[in-house]
């Protein structure tokens, strides 16, 4: 019996040859049958890909046996075996676009200048020393914590990782400089890239949490600092790490509290509102603010 694995991932170091990497990804993804979205530069490499779990594994040990990803760090998630429509496998100019190419310096270590990896034990550790002094720092966009965060965390009002530089120069956040800033976001690489984005601009004491909300999830599930359910980038759109997720969530249409999102119904609109099974159910279509439809509370995206 097939099972289902999703399996994210991410390798900063110096790549000679991105379009050479992609076509040897793209040829080996085929050959085992995986869907996803693979995405390379000169910086590294940052994939999602789902199929079977002989299949999943077998391309984890492959592109483990080149040199520069050997120490690929996983995160396996459930799927449900239509996670990705397609396969896509890119090459870009950043491996996370938050505009500021020239800032970012990486070393066959990972970034260079970054905050200090935090394990999800550590940040507990470092909780319970410093207690409230301790801010989180969203690293997603605004709509994805609209569903799931850390308690308490500093949500920057952006709807792409570009607005982040530009957030971080306004001087909103100026009074974290001289306190402990957890950066954090869905599996690592966009909170490693913004802590040292702050480190960069004089914030003094900055973390990362290593392997991201899908790593402390593993490890505490819904028993720990987070709240609410993962939004993720495939066919899933969220995921609790257990029954007792609490749902922060706001839906659009009737206000209640969900964990759940749902895409605008009209053909070809790519927004994304926060939606309850109830009114995803009642046989009305769901359809944005910009094809007539009111929002109740925060809870739509663009992608």
């Avoid at 492959?62 to 459930?78: C, N, V």
């Amino acid at each position: 019996m097939a099972i289902p694995k999703i399996l994210l991932y991410y390798v900063f170091t110096p790549l000679a040859d991105p379009e050479a990497i992609r076509l040897w990804q793209h040829t080996l993804c085929e050959s085992l049958g995986l869907r996803g979205r693979i995405l390379i530069s000169p910086d590294g490499i940052n994939g999602t890909v789902g199929g079977d779990l002989d299949a999943v594994k077998k391309y984890l040990r492959r592109t483990r046996e080149y040199g520069p990803f050997a120490a690929l760090d996983p995160k396996w998630s459930e799927g449900t075996g239509n996670d990705f429509p397609r396969l896509s496998v890119r090459v870009r100019d950043e491996l996370v676009s938050f505009g500021a190419p020239d800032e970012l310096r990486v070393d066959e270590d990972g970034v260079v200048g970054g905050g200090r990896r935090l394990s999800p034990t550590e940040l507990h550790e470092l909780v319970a020393r410093r207690g409230d002094e301790v801010a989180f720092f969203d690293g997603r966009n605004s709509f994805e914590a609209a569903i799931g965060r850390f308690r308490g965390a500093v949500v920057p009002d952006v709807t792409s990782t570009r607005d982040f530089v530009a957030e971080l120069d306004s001087g909103r956040y100026d009074h974290l400089k001289d306190r402990p800033v957890v950066t954090y976001c869905t599996g690592g690489i966009r909170c490693e890239v913004l802590s040292a984005l702050m480190v960069n601009r004089g914030f003094g004491e900055v973390y990362q949490l290593e392997g991201g909300i899908a790593r402390y999830g593993q490890a505490f599930g819904d028993r720990g600092l987070w709240e609410g359910s993962l939004y993720v980038f495939d066919n899933r759109v969220s995921v609790p790490f257990s029954a007792d997720a609490v749902a922060i969530g706001v839906c659009h249409r009737c206000g209640g509290n969900t964990g759940d999102m749902h895409n605008c119904d009209v053909a070809g609109c790519r927004e994304q509102l926060v939606t309850c099974a109830g009114c995803a159910a009642a046989g009305v279509p769901v359809t944005c603010v910009g094809h007539g439809e009111p929002v109740a509370s925060g809870g739509q995206r663009q992608v």
